[in-house]
């Protein structure tokens, strides 16, 4: 099976500071859901932003899509096949609607006004967020944005999500929500999250990020749910 990433040996330190990533070897293949656990300040989203070109390995290889990525020019591709869904959905929510905000990605990929529309409708259905289609966005309580953030993302149509901390600001009847959504999608994931309710209702394999290194906790996969949807 080809894999989605394999990111091989990666070292990141930020300017001034020490090292974060010490060596990370971290494969993705299609239909899994990769949980990424780990104290805050482990460097969970620094890998993230790695995957998709925000940030440079000071040593490593990135190989996304069965293509080692280098330079900025490999990673637009990546940016359009691995959808990026931020810890803070402010820091991704930019437009004045949620229609627009939908609607942003699909017309930068070239789509015309008339298919990004059909293309907002269709992910704002699927998420249930229908009613929310002229909603001021700054408006918009957390979870709320949230649930646009992903929406925004799954408008581009990705192979791949990264969701950094999906649960955040979300009431327990909005996390279940997600739940349900996420394990609906067929994207291959990596998520980042401290809920374990969450952790085990919706991944297949997990693995902690503890000294700069990635290791199974408990020396294998979490558990066995949504098994059957990742093969």
């Known amino acids: 099976m080809s894999l989605f990433f394999d990111l091989k040996g990666i070292h990141f330190g930020y300017p001034g500071r020490p090292e974060v990533l010490h060596g990370i070897d971290l494969t993705l293949a299609p239909g899994e859901r990769l949980c990424l656990t780990g104290f805050n ?41 691995a959808g990026l869904v931020f810890q803070d959905p402010d820091d ?35 998420l249930r967020l229908s009613a929310f289609r002229n909603r001021i966005t700054h408006k918009l309580s957390g979870g709320e944005k949230r649930l646009v953030t992903l929406a925004a993302v799954l408008a581009m149509e990705p192979d791949v999500l990264l969701l950094d901390e999906p649960t955040n600001a979300l009431d327990e009847d909005t996390t279940e929500r997600l739940v349900e959504i996420l394990c609906s999608l067929p994207q291959a994931m990596v998520i980042v999250s401290h809920d374990p309710h969450f952790r085990k209702q919706v991944v297949t394999r997990s693995v902690r990020l503890e000294h700069g290194l990635l290791v199974a906790p408990g020396g294998g996969p979490e558990h066995e749910c949504c098994r059957a949807v990742a093969q």
Not at 46 to 57: A, C, D, Q, R, S
Not at 63 to 75: K, N, S, V, W
Not at 104 to 113: D, H, I, T, V
């Open 92 to 126: 991704q929510l930019f437009c004045p609607t949620v229609a627009e905000d939908v609607a942003f990605g699909p017309l930068n990929l070239g789509k015309s006004r008339d298919e990004a529309a059909a293309i907002v409708d269709r992910v704002l259905e699927r």
């Open 41 to 81: 300040g482990a460097g969970k989203s620094t890998l993230l932003h790695i995957m998709v070109g925000l940030l440079k390995p000071s040593a490593g290889e990135v190989i996304a899509f069965g293509t080692p990525r280098r330079t900025e020019a490999d990673f637009r591709e990546v940016r359009c096949r």
